[in-house]
């Protein structure tokens, strides 16, 4: 019998939301929305990870860790909407060399990015849209991981996920982290001036499409 006769058929890679989440390592850490500045610089100095993308929920979110991890001694840049294209290039290109190890943008720019050799997607903030999230995780598909930072505010949002990855997500402690609020990030003060979202009602959305 031929050597083209006896190889086993390639299985086939499918790219839909369920298959992607299933062979993607993801991992959730739960914590005070105040803490999680110092839990990625914790995650940062204990993991072997090098090449890590960092969303945010916002511009300002964005800048502030950068400059939060900076007084870290922690290397990052910020990318978003108030940067030109062309910085948007260079950032692409510095991360991609390696030059760069910690790219922190936001979904919308996330998207125009041309990056390569990722290792960590590290969800800083759970994007209210899951559409958002699976985006994110493709980047990672098969080969790196996604770590969430999931505040009680976002618990609601988690739980959707992971209905739409039809899986449970592991949820982790981090060996060795001491919750500990800064004051020394600017979004823990101001963000307490914003209503927070209630998680009833993000529960009461999630009961709606399973009786849907």
Known sequence: MSEEKTKKPSKKKYYDNVSVGKRTKQVAYLVEDGDKASMFEYFIKNSDKKQSIVVARSKRRADELKEYLKTKDISAA??????????????????????????????????TLELNNIQTILNYDLPPQHEDYFNRLIL?????????????????????????????????????????????????????????????????????????
């Open 78 to 111: 910020s990318i978003h909407g108030n940067h030109r294209v062309e910085q948007h290039e260079e950032a692409a290109k510095s991360f991609n060399s390696g030059e760069l190890n910690i790219l922190i943008t936001t979904d919308m720019i996330l998207q």
């Open 140 to 212: 990672v598909d098969g080969v790196g991981e996604s770590i969430c930072f999931v505040s009680p505010e976002e618990e609601g949002l988690l739980s959707i996920l992971e209905l739409r990855l039809k899986n449970e997500m592991p949820q982790e402690e981090l060996e060795g982290f001491t919750p500990e609020v800064s004051d020394e990030v600017a979004h823990v003060v101001k963000d307490k001036k914003k209503k927070p979202r209630h998680r009833s009602q993000v529960v009461k959305k999630v009961k709606k499409k399973k009786a849907e």
